[in-house]
Every structure is written in structure tokens, then in C-alpha cells.
């Protein structure tokens, strides 16, 4: 049996090239008729990195390390039938798949909506399917699926939410979409297919816990509601610091101790389980809190008690009707924690977990169903939100 189902009742065709980007890694892997041919992680040192002066000057460097690993291992790029990618940070958008276009390629470049690795996987994707086609172009290739073409699947911002979850305290504050939408949307699937329901009779609950934790509201096909991996709309996580009181964290920044940048990291990167331990590792936190240590314990509490309450403030959107709470991401794989969380919300709806993440799966996953013509293709507007 193939890494990736069946689409459509029919076995997964094609070669996908899969690419996501991280602050110093690349990862990409083909797939080849639904199973993995080949999964590489290049590690960028410092002193690669430090030749630019902003993340987005890496593309050509990133996309020249791929090229070069595929060619090094005997794959011919004009054998590539389309390039899945991570989704950046863009905006308008809602959860789907994407062409990447200009537009896309101006918003990442210029990281209107965030400056993050994770925008150079759809600059590098298209780099990579342009030289397919100009390669394919001079050999007079004809390829089975047409032109080789760059999509993002579900990207972090994409935005479904009702118009009330939009509304913040005061109107320049407005709460806005950043959650782990690859996994979610990939293990709603799952979970639709496990239990045979249908996703426009379905309403989830979805807890994404790993370096960072998310809880998004899933009905019908659509994500209405979800909490903000980034910026601290959330729960505390492993390495941060989640929802701060206000006042608090406006004395601090007005103090003269730290710079904008040192408060940015206090909170995301330096918060959470690193700002009382020093590890983001919650297999650590858990173990020493089985060792009694009072601290450990607390914190394990705390961190579980946050999660929960996000859960259960979901379910009062859709005014309690929940079908199913599913915890995933790779804190999901301790029982100690998804037990806890488990007891504490289990009387909204069943709880189920699937534990861990893999984004290259979901991509290649998306990239066959583009294949099957088995989904809707948008195109991106930078201006406005074109459903298409």
C-alpha cells in the first residue's frame, strides 16, 4: 500500500516534488505514484546564512541546493510532474490550494505579511517549476500532466473565520488567522476517511501542539474559528509564552531593559516551558514532573489547563455541537498530556488523538489530489479575496 491513499477511489499517479523551507534547514522529498522515493533535509550552517542580509535573499542559494541534491541523486528534473510548497505568510486567503503567481511571489518576497522562512517554499517551488518547463521546452518533452506547476497547500493564514471571531477589543486589534492549517486540514481528512463522515456533516475541534499550539474550529469543510500561533491569541506552549495580560507586558517594553526584538523572542521562541526550564522539550518537562519535582508539576497543570480551556471555548462558537476534539501534532505523543487534556474536555465531544506531523506527507497528499482534478484551484490576488 502507498504512503498517500487512494484519490478518488484510484491509486495516487505521478513524480511530486515537495519543498518546506525552515529558518535553517530545507526539507524536500519526491514522491513517486503516492510512496516516498526520496526525503532529504539540508541543514544550512551560520556561516551559509550569514552571506544574507534578509531570509528572502536565500531563495536562489536554497533553490540551486535542491536542484543540485536531485540531479546528485539521479532524479531528472523534467520527470516532475508538479511542485507542492509550504505555504507562507500571505493574506487575503482561505484554506485550499494555490497557483503561485506574481502576486504570491510580491507578497513573500517583500514579506508584507511577516518576514519567515516559510515564504521562500513557494519562491523556490516556482523557481524549480520554471526550470522544469525551460528544460522540458528545449528536449520537446510532452509530459503526461501538461506544464509542471508550483502550488501552496493550505497556507497559515488562510482565513475562513466569521465575522464575530474577527472582532478584538478595540477595533486596531482585530484577531486574525496563523494556525497549523497543513496539519489540521490533512488530519481532518484522516479522520473523515477513518470514520467514513462527510466534512460538510462534521464539526472538529483540531489542537495542534508542538513548538507552538493552535486550536482551530473546523465545520464543514471550513475553518471558522482558530486561536493565533504567533501572536499570542493562544495557550502557553513549549517555547511560548501564549496570551499575556496587557499591562504587564506594556510596563515592560516601555523599561528600557529590552529592545523590541528581545521582547518579541521573551514571547515567541524564549516563552513557554524554555522561560522556566530552558528546554522546549515537553518529554523532559513530563519526566521530571513524574520525578514530583513541585515545579515540573505545576507547570505540566498549567500547560494542560491552557489547552483545555481553549478547546472548550471553541465549542462555544458553535454553541457546544462538536462532534469530535482531535490532538495531534508531536506533544500529541505523550499520553501523559492528551489523557489530561482528555479528562478535562471529553465532555464536549469524544476525544481522538493522532499523534505527530508530517507536512511533506500533506503536501504530496494535496499534490496528487491537484492530479486527480479531485480540488478546486485558487488563484491568489494580493488585493482581494477571489473564491475561483
Not at 189 to 204: F, H, N, P, S
Not at 298 to 305: G, H, S
Amino acid at each position: 500500500m502507498s504512503a498517500i491513499g487512494n484519490i478518488n477511489g484510484k491509486p495516487p499517479k505521478g513524480l511530486i516534488l515537495v519543498v518546506n523551507t525552515g529558518s535553517i534547514t530545507t526539507k524536500f522529498a519526491v514522491y513517486k505514484d503516492g510512496d516516498v522515493f526520496l526525503e532529504e533535509k539540508l541543514e544550512h550552517s551560520v556561516a551559509e546564512l550569514s552571506k544574507f542580509a534578509d531570509v528572502m535573499d536565500q531563495d536562489r542559494m536554497r533553490t540551486d541546493a535542491i536542484t543540485g541534491a536531485l540531479r546528485e541523486k539521479g532524479i531528472r528534473l523534467e520527470d516532475i510532474d508538479i511542485v507542492m510548497c509550504r505555504g507562507g505568510l500571505f493574506t487575503p486567503c482561505i484554506t485550499g490550494v494555490y497557483n503561485v503567481n506574481a502576486d504570491m511571489r510580491e507578497v513573500l518576497s517583500t514579506s508584507r505579511e511577516g518576514n519567515h522562512a516559510c515564504n521562500l517554499s513557494a519562491l523556490i517551488g516556482d523557481n524549480i517549476a520554471r526550470e522544469i518547463n525551460a528544460l522540458r521546452d528545449a528536449e520537446g518533452v510532452c509530459a503526461p500532466f501538461g506544464p509542471c506547476v508550483a502550488y501552496v497547500a493550505d497556507p497559515p493564514m488562510a482565513d475562513e473565520m466569521l465575522p464575530e471571531c474577527h472582532v478584538g477589543g478595540i477595533p486596531e486589534f482585530p484577531r486574525r488567522t496563523l494556525f497549523h492549517a497543513l496539519n489540521t486540514r490533512a488530519i481532518m481528512r484522516r479522520y473523515l476517511r477513518d470514520t467514513g463522515r462527510k466534512a460538510e456533516d462534521t464539526t472538529a475541534i483540531i489542537c495542534h501542539m508542538g513548538g507552538g499550539v493552535t486550536i482551530s474550529l473546523h465545520r464543514g469543510g471550513r475553518v471558522i474559528d482558530t486561536s493565533h500561533g504567533l501572536g499570542g491569541d493562544g495557550p502557553i506552549t513549549p517555547e511560548r509564552a501564549g496570551c499575556c495580560p496587557p499591562y504587564p507586558l506594556i510596563d515592560m517594553c516601555f523599561s528600557g531593559k529590552y529592545t523590541k526584538e528581545e521582547i518579541k523572542k521573551k514571547l515567541i521562541g524564549r516563552g513557554g516551558a524554555v522561560a522556566y526550564f530552558g528546554t522546549n522539550d515537553m518529554r523532559e518537562v513530563v519526566a521530571r514532573a513524574k520525578e514530583g519535582r513541585e515545579e515540573y508539576v505545576v507547570f505540566m497543570k498549567a500547560f494542560i489547563l491552557n489547552i483545555a480551556k481553549y478547546i472548550v471555548a471553541q465549542g462555544a462558537v458553535v454553541d457546544g455541537k462538536v462532534d469530535v476534539i482531535i490532538l495531534t501534532g508531536g506533544v500529541a505523543y505523550s499520553r501523559d498530556i492528551t489523557d489530561a487534556i482528555a479528562r478535562k474536555v471529553d465532555w464536549v465531544a469524544p476525544v481522538v488523538v493522532y499523534p505527530g506531523e508530517n507536512e511533506l506527507a500533506s503536501l504530496a497528499e494535496n499534490g496528487y489530489i491537484i492530479l486527480a482534478g479531485a480540488t478546486k484551484i485558487h488563484t491568489y490576488n494580493k488585493d482581494h479575496l477571489i473564491e475561483d
